[in-house]
């Protein structure tokens, strides 16, 4: 007698654990514009987008900086959201253009040299949601690398233009799609 009544009530557990798993995926379906990695689209409305190529309008210009950028922003849209890359026409539209490239001195030394030197990278983005417009907006990213001066700039560029491409595109994508 007390097997079967510790079949029944394990039987019963598993029943209500069933349950619960099928009412927490129930409702998880039921909401298909939030996702895990922070974007906020509704799919059934937003389907595409376009991202234009930014052109380099600074005076000072690393060659390979116009690719990263491009490539890196295009593939954070790939990666993390259901959005199709389209040439026209897209339901979201983002465009501009690279518009600051260049270093400065950051700190002096006591002997009165540079000690550490800024580089910097500014980005002017014009969004438009066709879908809904008043998400509209034109606005400049920038992000800022610090390295020391007795290093030279060609050691040092490719790994500091690759994390601020990276900062500047997450920061797009956030004033995008994750509405933050």
Not at 50 to 79: H, T
Not at 140 to 150: G, I, L, M, R
């Amino acid at each position: 007698m007390r097997t079967d009544k510790r079949k029944k009530a394990t039987s019963t557990r598993i029943g209500m654990t069933a349950a619960v798993v099928w009412l927490l995926s129930s409702v998880v379906a039921c909401i298909p514009q939030y996702s895990f990695n922070g974007a906020s689209i509704d799919y059934n409305k937003t389907k595409t987008i376009q991202i234009a190529d930014f052109p380099i309008r600074s005076s000072y210009v690393w060659g390979p900086l116009g690719p990263l950028f491009n490539n890196q922003l295009k593939d954070i849209y790939a990666n993390h959201t259901k959005l199709i890359q389209v040439k026209r026409n897209g339901d979201l539209k983002i465009e501009g253009e690279i518009t600051q490239y260049s270093q400065r001195n950051k700190a002096v030394s006591s002997e009165g040299h540079s000690a550490q030197v800024e580089l910097t990278m500014t980005v002017n983005v014009r969004f438009t949601n066709n879908v809904k417009h008043d998400e509209d907006f034109e606005r400049q990213f920038s992000a800022s690398k610090t390295y020391d001066s007795t290093q030279s700039l060609n050691a040092v560029q490719e790994e500091l233009v690759t994390q601020m491409v990276k900062d500047i595109t997450d920061q797009i994508f956030n004033a995008t799609v994750a509405n933050w």
